[in-house]
């Protein structure tokens, strides 16, 4: 194996720093403990780099605790989130700048996370011709507790140092380690784990995760790994346990991770495997029913009736969120479900335009406008179930939401899976 040496002169490069920072600046993200914006770092972005490149250089630079902020999921914990300042995030971007290469070409062909030019859709393309054409159709789902917040230090350093061997590099990793984090205004030690929200800390989990992933190659096991979202793939049950019995034993005692037990389990193709907000079965690829329903929760928010937003303005709001949630499971085949979406999401704005109307006279109007001639019922406009009446259907047809731009799922080329597959 290739060792590396003298990178540290690479790191604190000026055309690096700036790269670095132009990264940062498309990243966006919020200010870490001293508040600072990334607008506001590049306002003076040349003598801030500069400063940057002799401590650096010489060894005086020390990186400031994290703030640590709790974002909410869908089962109701948090996922703690580490937000280094602006400055560390350029010092981190620029030693990613420099290990990225190092370390990309040896990791597992299987391994998709925090990965340049890989995704979440390859790692469910991969799952899913494994399980359907390799014929690996029983599957452990692994769960590591906490796993970011776990990572051994020194593992970590080692890890590096496999292929690089430059002190200032590594003395430099061990700083954003051992820097601490800020919660409630109080500093708390970090003797353990790597903050999720770091720059550097993906490829740092990468390069700790893959001497698992290298073990179970080495035995001829086939995994899947997203980050710390880990499948292994079996032809039966009874293999599938000695498997998982193995790579349990793998990650606790020698990486040092906890492997939750409860989450962990083993399933096959025919029961429906989920992964990624997915579910993949024998013939096709669903979409995992958590992720319609949280996005039909969001589409709630984003459509009260008794708000005083107009439907067109509505439709601005919703539409990239749906944009969004649609190109991220397009490869599901989902054109039924993208079509019932539609017509749900219609009815709500439908309804909403009706609570503006206020009686029946403006949609009498509105069908008069749209070519409709004769007498017309007096329907109620405060009632749901009017929504999907002929009527407000003829007033307001899915040409119209067309014409204010509404984005339409349904017309989304859909179940294409396959095009991620790798040749």
């Not at 029983?138 to 230090?153: E, G, I, N, Q, T």
């Not at 919660?183 to 700790?208: C, F, H, M, R």
């Not at 492997?259 to 193709?269: A, D, I, M, R, W």
Request: proline share 4%; charged share 30%; with cysteine.
């Amino acid at each position: 194996m290739k060792k590396w040496y003298s990178l540290i002169d690479k790191v604190y490069r000026l055309d690096n720093l700036e790269r670095a920072y132009r990264a940062i600046r498309v990243n966006k993200g919020a200010p870490g403990v001293d508040g600072e914006t990334v607008e506001a770092f590049g306002q003076n972005l040349e003598e801030r780099l500069h400063q940057l490149h002799h401590e650096l250089k010489t060894g005086t630079y020390e990186p400031q605790p994290v703030l640590r902020v709790e974002i909410p999921k869908v089962d109701g914990s948090k996922r703690p989130l580490g937000i280094p300042t602006v400055k560390d995030r350029v010092v981190q971007q620029a030693l990613l700048n420099i290990l990225q290469p190092i370390f990309e070409p040896d990791f597992h062909p299987s391994s998709y996370g925090y990965r340049p030019g890989r995704s979440c859709h390859q790692a469910v393309a991969k799952a899913e011709r494994f399980m359907n054409e390799y014929g690996l159709e029983y599957v452990v789902d692994m769960d590591l507790s906490k796993c970011f917040d776990r990572l051994d230090h020194e593992l970590i350093l080692e890890g590096v140092n496999r292929k690089v061997s430059d002190g200032g590099v590594l003395r430099l990793i061990k700083k954003f380690l051992t820097a601490g984090v800020m919660k409630d205004g109080a500093w708390e030690e970090t003797d353990i784990g790597s903050p999720q929200g770091g720059v550097i800390s993906p490829l740092l989990t990468n390069i700790y995760l893959d001497r698992f992933d290298q073990e179970m190659k080495r035995r001829g096991i086939r995994i899947v790994r997203y980050a710390d979202d880990i499948l292994i793939l079996a032809r039966t049950q009874r293999e599938a346990r000695k498997y998982q019995e193995l790579a349990t034993e793998i990650l606790e005692k020698e990486l040092k991770l906890l492997v939750n037990k409860e989450k962990t389990h083993l399933t096959s193709v025919n029961e429906g495997v989920a992964y990624l907000g997915f579910i993949i079965w024998p013939k096709y690829v669903s979409i995992h029913p958590r992720k319609i329903k949280s996005i039909k929760d969001r589409i709630r928010q984003l459509t009260p009736r008794n708000h005083g937003i107009n439907v067109e303005g509505m439709v601005k709001r919703l539409n990239p969120v749906l944009r969004g949630w649609a190109n991220y499971f397009r490869v599901a085949n989902c054109k039924k479900l993208f079509a019932q979406l539609m017509e749900w999401i219609r009815r709500r704005l439908r309804m909403k335009q009706m609570k503006e109307w206020k009686s029946w006279k403006p949609l009498h109007k509105a069908l008069r406008r749209r070519g409709y001639k004769g007498e017309f019922r007096k329907i109620s406009v405060t009632r749901w179930r009017n929504s999907a009446s002929p009527l407000v259907n003829m007033a307001l047809p899915n040409s119209w939401f067309n014409e204010i731009g509404l984005i339409d799922m349904a017309s989304y080329n859909v179940g294409i899976l396959h095009h991620f597959c790798e040749k």
